[in-house]
């Protein structure tokens, strides 16, 4: 899909915390983002609550939705997001990001 479809982009991020890591911090400066960056339309996330076991360790994921690749583009290399980016980076052990157009 492209830029023109009605289909919403969603970018999930789903992390893997260091040792002492704030979670409380990082959640809430994520949240922040939400109403700090024009275009992302819904921010949702929460805590693996998975009965599988099958996380690799990530215990937090974050759903952003943008209505176009143009506004998720323009989210990327945002000031407010880069800069969450370098100060959550020296807490994330590891992150995982996917990007999907949604079907129902």
């Known amino acids: 899909m492209n830029m023109t479809q ?3 982009l969603r970018h999930v991020v789903l992390f893997r915390f260091k ?4 979670a409380e911090a990082i959640v809430a400066r994520f ?13 949702e996330w929460g805590g693996d609550v998975s009965p599988e076991g099958l996380g690799q360790g990530h215990t937090h994921a974050f759903t952003l939705t943008f209505s ?7 989210y990327l290399v945002h ?3 880069k800069a969450f980016v370098e100060w959550v980076s020296p807490f994330i052990e590891r992150a995982l990001v996917v990007d999907y157009w949604a079907k129902g």
Request: zero cysteines; a negative charge; hydrophobic letters at 35%.
């Open 31 to 43: 949240r922040a983002l939400r109403d700090l960056v024009p275009g992302v339309g819904d921010l």
């Open 19 to 22: 040792p002492g890591a704030d």
């Open 68 to 74: 176009s690749e143009a506004d998720r583009d323009a």
């Open 79 to 81: 000031p407010h997001h």
């Open 6 to 8: 009605a289909a919403p």
